[in-house]
């Protein structure tokens, strides 16, 4: 089938050598976008997408990244254009691409209609939640032209998700506060993706909606929530998070030394990860129920 | 009680005094008068140790002025400035209580001493009913007499006014210089006053210190010695007539010859110059409210372009000739019309010589010619010109001295 | 002005800093009855967590917010008067980009704990502060040379911010701009007693240029002529108000609006003599902030909102108030 698709895509391009053929497809934000069938020069502006490319083999034709897209690590030897939200738009003309891919959320309206005015193709993504990240990841194989790779990566992903969500089903369901920042402390609210996992691993995120998802507490409302759990995901790396919330015994969570850290790419990049934070969200979560005497010995 | 010795003074490169010898006496008023930028609030700064001269010295008994410290100096001098900016609303009596700060340390409250210094200050002010106001809502005349109290606070023998009152109405002006005189009288306080008004120092100073532009001392003394209608001819420039005041008899000094000094119609003058040597005639002329013409002049003549600068009738003639038949023609008309013809002391050639015959042809139509200070060294064509001069002078033509004495000619002869 | 007004400002600042603090030890996420906070403060609380959150979490808090407010209202009625400015602030020559730099340097070649920040704020602020004055110096300190290059060496000090900004990768810089923001949560509490040591001498210091203070405002001349040695009086200022500002900086970050509103208002209530203004600031300021933190603290609970949103918030509207009727009584 692919093989054939090739085949056929090869007598176009050699029948037709000004214009390619183009699919017009819809991106997360209701647009439709007119890509080539197979497009040769694709630009990416979102760490996260990078990861998906590389996972569908299309890295190939990969041509530019942002200077934050650093997995996996061989993605840093691709030529790098700047900022996803500010990018060098001579660096992207001067790559010439077919495709450049935007998320949603970290971009913004007057840099894609910069892109678009240098006559490319702009296909956004917006993976906000775990669901949407494995419709992404199938979304983008089509529109790339691997369709086919991009269907089994999302069923890989969706697999790991499933298969956490059913290990963690049954089990007590601890609280737990998320700090993506420790000074001062920033926390994941309802609406990220952090929540998303969380819920998945079968935990109980304990900050409430607000106006901010990612509010700041203070340390006061951090002993007033009284986690089972506190997830840390920050890369700051001097600060042992064990010592920093050493001085309050009143957490259950720090008397009880449950105090996790986690690589801050697999929670908060909607790729191919997710299955592992969703993993080690669960791992964690499963040993709160254990005794506390037993985590106190080891 | 202060001496000023040889004191030399500029900023930047522009000297402002020169060589001023000055003694303050124990108990006296002085006051220094002279034209704007002439250096007397410079020097009242010298005097109190806030600027360091460049050449002579300033000693009080303590010592050298510029080397008395601050503190040590507010108890020996309090200063009176014109006026203030004042960005914050401090009350009277805290205002008037800064001029303690010499007699205070640190944190220490204000001790009785302080309290009866600023009650008496306010009192002999006459400003003790606005001790409770804000200074930012103080009258003009009512913040002038609060910063003399601030002054009077700080209990000096020697109280320094820069332009303290000028911009005062005159009651206010007054009121203030009698103050100062009561001061002087009752309590020995030496006051050294920089004025602009002549007749308010000549009325309340003991001395007067005349500056002239150039920042040199032109005379020092009583009031009537210094104030002289030649000695402020040559300071401020301006024509002036000195009187006793007929109830004080301090001298008084009412300014002549001015813009609008004749009734009628100006009078009608014409001025033969050239090379520079019209340029003071043709502006004090002009001043002075006559209708000034010039000419034959060449173009490009540093009088020329004043005499176009100013506006005035001139006749032109080209650079480097022998004056043309013409431009003597338009020359003559013009001086055959005037009231008066006037002869700057200018160099003589071959090439203007022509104009000395134009004044003698004026002088016998009977209209009056002055020489201004003419001089044989300015004739270049071997006596031909000083001849001429000298023939004007035997058919009436009058020699003076400079433009005043000109335009002192002018109002006898016209008005 | 009258003499009763002018004495006023002790009994009511201090029953108002009383009010202010036991609410905001009250004030919080976690509820709290006024008997129960009782019992804690009276050493009986019932509950561990209760007497961790009042006097582990928010005593130093409240402090922290008192002994910052306190300084930034202190020196901002220095500054205010040394350059002869109602509506200067204690950030205007500078110390606020010095402190500013000091800090993300710090966060940005890693070294984010809480020893190493306020020594390299500080650092920052009093080198920021350093270099205005002696530019200054060389016009003889005049006001107007001040502000220029203290606005000079803000602007030289943001642009270096800005680079490192750009340099500086995702996360230390997202704890950097909270800092920038003003944070009272990113101090370290057993920085307090020295905080306390340090501004009490620097406000000490200050206070004793209270009269010099008063002349600065007349002009640099006319103090001179009361007795004022300019130049060793304005160095004593500035070391003063300098420590006073930098020290609240290095715990806090850039705090805005009280050093700028406190003493204005002060001034406008009990008059401007610097013997009891820089007092009734430095009080003002601390109930000012103080107040402040405990509203961001409860507004959105359990989240914080920046505290220095609140100042502004609270401030500017409070500040136009004042002029409005100052101006429209006359």
Known sequence: ?298 | MITVEKLHFSYASAPVLQGVDLEVRRGEILGILGPNGCGKSTLLRLMRGVLTPDQGRVLWEKGEASRIARKEMARLAAVVPQSLTLPFPYPVREMVMMGRFAYQHGLTGTSSTDQRAVERALAVTDTLHLQGRPVTDLSGGELQRVLLARALAQETPVLLLDEATSHLDLDHRLEISELLVRLNREEQLTVVQVSHDLDLAAETSDRILLLRADGAAAAIGPPDQVLTAETLREVFRVDVKVEANPYTGAPRIYTVGRVGTWREASPKVHLICGGGSGGELLRRLHVAGCSVTAGPLNRGDSDQVLASALGLEIILEEPFCVMSQAALDSARSLCMSSDLLVVAPTFWGSGNLANLDLASEALEHGIPVLLVSPDPDQDYIQGQAWQKIEALCASGGQIVPDAEAALDFLKQTVD | MSERKAGSWLPILSAAFVLVLLLSLWAGTLPLSFSELFAVLTGQASSPTHSAVVLKIRLPRVLLAALVGAALGASGGAFQAVLRNPLADPYILGVSGGAALGAVTAIAVGASSPLVLPFAAFAGALGALGLVYWVAQAHRGSPHTLILSGVMVGSLASALLLFLLWLTPSDPLRMAIFWLAGNLALADPAWLPWLALWSIAAFLLLWSQSRALDLFTQGEEVAADLGLDIGRARLMVFVAAGALTAAAVAQAGLVGFVGLTVPHVVRLIWGPVHRSLLPASALTGAVFLVAADALARTLLAPAEIPVGVVTALIGAPFFLYLLRKREGGR
């Open chain 1, 1 to 298: 089938m692919v093989r054939i698709a090739t085949i056929f895509l090869w007598v176009v391009c050699v029948t037709w050598p000004v214009s390619v053929q183009a699919v017009a497809w819809t991106d997360a934000m209701g647009r439709s976008v007119e890509v080539a069938a197979m497009p040769q020069r694709i630009v990416s502006l979102v760490p996260s997408v990078t990861e998906i490319l590389y996972e569908l083999g299309a890295d190939d034709r990969l041509v530019g990244v942002t200077r934050f897209c650093t997995y996996p690590p061989r993605a840093a030897n691709k030529t790098q254009v700047g900022d996803y939200a500010d990018p060098n738009l001579e660096a992207v003309a001067s790559l010439d691409p077919d495709l450049v891919i935007l998320a949603a959320d970290t971009a913004n309206p007057a840099l894609l209609s910069r892109i678009e005015a240098l006559g490319i193709a702009v296909y956004i993504v917006y993976p906000k939640g775990v669901r949407e990240t494995i419709a992404t990841i199938r979304n983008l194989g089509r529109v790339v032209g691997v369709a086919e790779a991009g269907e089994q990566a999302a069923r890989r992903l969706h697999e790991a998700i499933e298969r956490v969500r059913v290990s963690a089903s049954g089990r007590e369901s601890p609280s737990v506060v998320f700090c993506v920042m420790t000074q001062p402390l920033v926390v994941a609210g309802p609406g990220t993706l952090i929540d998303d996992l969380i819920r998945v691993a079968g935990g109980r995120n304990l900050v409430p909606p607000g106006p901010n998802r990612y509010p700041t507490w203070g340390s006061e409302s951090l002993l007033t929530a009284d986690p089972d759990i506190i997830v840390i995901s920050s890369h700051p790396g001097k600060v042992d998070p064990v010592k920093l919330f050493a001085d309050w015994p009143e957490i259950k969570a720090v008397r009880n030394n449950q105090i996790v850290s986690i690589e801050p790419d697999w929670v908060s990049r909607p790729g191919p990860r997710l299955g592992l934070g969703a993993a080690a969200l669960a791992e964690a979560f499963g040993r709160v129920g254990s005794k506390p005497e037993v985590m106190g010995e080891r």
